[in-house]
C-alpha cells in the first residue's frame, strides 16, 4: 500500500488582519490574541531550527525578544531588514502555543506612532508554527502584505499550503504563469513532481495547454497541480487525490519494537530503485538518477525522516517518509516490495511516522492518496479523515 508520490514516475487564503487584542500587564501591552502572528526568517535559519527544535535569531540575543508582526505589519520590517532577499519565509504563529510572554511594543522610531509590534519574549518553538510560506518582493523590489495565510485551525488549507511551499522552496526556479507559478528544476528533469505548474485560480483548456507549453517547453511532459477539477477538454490523464488529515483524537497506532528504524535517503534507493522499475518498464538509468538525486532537495527546506522495514539483508522491503515543517507533517510514500506484502509493515511505518510527527509537536499529519483506489479506506481505519481534494493532470 502506498500514498501517490507526485512523479514518483518519470511520467509517471485568507489574509488574517492582525491587531493587538490583549491586556495591560504591568505597564505594558500583553498579548492574547488568537489570531495568527508572523515571523521573517531565512530558509536556511528555518531548517536549523527544524532540527533544533527552537528558534532563535539576533533580535533575541541582542535585545531580549523575537520580532514578530501581525499580517497588515510584516511588509515593514521585510522592506527594512530583508531589501531583495529571494529566500524569506514567513511563519505563521498560533500565539496560544508559545511558552513565553508576547508584548506589544513599538518599533523603530520612524515607525507611526500609534504602531505596536509583538515581541515574543523568549526563543520562538517550531511547534508553534503552524504554516511556512515563501515571501518574496515584488518585480520592483518592495514586499506587500502577504496573501493566503491559512488559518490555524483549518487543516485543510494548511495541508494544501505545506506542499505547494514547499514545491516553490526547494524548486531551482519558479516563475508566474497565468493563474499560479511553474516550479522548475533542470537538475532532475524527469521528475514531473519537480517541473510542474501549480495552479490556483481557474483556466480553461486552452489557457492551460498554452502556460505549460511556454513554462515546460524544455520538458517532454506537461504536469498540472490544481484545486479544482482540469476542464473535460483537457485531453489530459487527470487524477483525483484525496487529502487525509489524521484525526486529532486517534489514539497513536502500536509500533512493533524495532521493526520500523530510519534510514538515509541512500538506503531507501534500495527500495524506490526496484519500484520504480517495476511500475515503469521504460524508465532508463538517467531518469532513475533524477528520481534518486531529487530526494536531498527537500531535506534542505525541510525535515525529512526516511523510516524503513529492513530485510535480512539489509535492504529495505517497505518504506515511507515523514516530512515536518513546523506544526505540520505530511506522511509521504508509503510502499512495500510485493514479496513482502501482508506482513503488516505499512501500518508499522504509517503508525511510526505518526508516532514521531506527534513528538515533535504536529497537530496536522496529512497524505494523500489516490481517490478511486483501495489505501483510502485504509488509512481511514487508521484514523485519517478525509477532508477534500486535489487534482494533477499530466500529457506525457
Known amino acids: 500500500m502506498r500514498v501517490v508520490r507526485r512523479a ?5 487564503g485568507i489574509l488574517c488582519v492582525g491587531r493587538y487584542d490583549g491586556e495591560i500587564r504591568n505597564g505594558d501591552p500583553v498579548s492574547t490574541t488568537t489570531e495568527p502572528l508572523l515571523h521573517l526568517v531565512g530558509a536556511a535559519q528555518w531548517r536549523v531550527a527544524l ?9 533575541f540575543v541582542t535585545r531580549g525578544f523575537i520580532h514578530l508582526s501581525a499580517a497588515d505589519q510584516v511588509a515593514l520590517p521585510a522592506q527594512r531588514l530583508f531589501a531583495a532577499r529571494q529566500d524569506l519565509l514567513v511563519l505563521v504563529i498560533d500565539p496560544a502555543r508559545l511558552r513565553d510572554e508576547v508584548r506589544w511594543e513599538p518599533g523603530v522610531p520612524h515607525d507611526p506612532a500609534s504602531m505596536r509590534f509583538p515581541h515574543l519574549y523568549g526563543a520562538l518553538p517550531v511547534a508553534a508554527v503552524t504554516s511556512v510560506l515563501p515571501y518574496r518582493p515584488e518585480p520592483d523590489g518592495a514586499f506587500c502584505a502577504p496573501t493566503g495565510i491559512p488559518p490555524i485551525g483549518d487543516p485543510l488549507a494548511r495541508a494544501i499550503t505545506f506542499e505547494r511551499s514547499l514545491a516553490e522552496r526547494r524548486a531551482a526556479a519558479v516563475i508566474p504563469v497565468r493563474g499560479g507559478v511553474a516550479c522548475l528544476d533542470s537538475r532532475v528533469p524527469a521528475s514531473w513532481e519537480h517541473n510542474s505548474l501549480w495552479l490556483t485560480d481557474e483556466l480553461d ?17 506537461r504536469r498540472i497541480v490544481t484545486l479544482r477539477p482540469p ?25 512493533p519494537q524495532g521493526r520500523v528504524v530510519a534510514v538515509t535517503q541512500e538506503v531507501m534507493a534500495g527500495l524506490w530503485v526496484p519500484a520504480w522499475r517495476r511500475d515503469i518498464p521504460d524508465i532508463d538509468d538517467a531518469a532513475v538518477g533524477d528520481l534518486v538525486r531529487r530526494e536531498s532537495f527537500a531535506s534542505a527546506h525541510a525535515r525529512i525522516i526516511d523510516l524503513a522495514v529492513l530485510g535480512d539483508d539489509g535492504v529495505p522491503v517497505a518504506g515511507t517518509q515523514l516530512r515536518i515543517d513546523g506544526a505540520t507533517a505530511a506522511v509521504e510514500a508509503v510502499m512495500t516490495a510485493p514479496s513482502a506484502r501482508q506482513h503488516g509493515h505499512g501500518a508499522a511505518l504509517v503508525g511510526a511516522a505518526v508516532r514521531r510527527a506527534r513528538a ?26 478525509d477532508v477534500g481534494c486535489r487534482w494533477e493532470a499530466v500529457r506525457p
Open 205 to 221: 483548456a486552452a489557457a492551460i495547454v498554452a502556460e505549460a507549453d511556454r513554462a515546460l517547453a524544455a520538458l517532454p511532459h
Open 51 to 59: 532540527d533544533a527544535g527552537t528558534l532563535i535569531d539576533t533580535s
Open 8 to 12: 514518483a514516475r518519470p511520467n509517471a
Open 231 to 255: 476542464p473535460a477538454d483537457l485531453g489530459w490523464e487527470v487524477e483525483e487525490l484525496r487529502i487525509q488529515v489524521l484525526d486529532a483524537a486517534a489514539p497513536d497506532p502500536p509500533v
Open 360 to 385: 515533535a509537536g504536529c497537530d496536522v499529519i496529512w497524505l494523500l492518496c489516490l481517490a478511486d483506489d483501495w489505501p483510502r479506506h485504509w488509512y481511514e481505519r487508521m484514523g485519517f479523515v
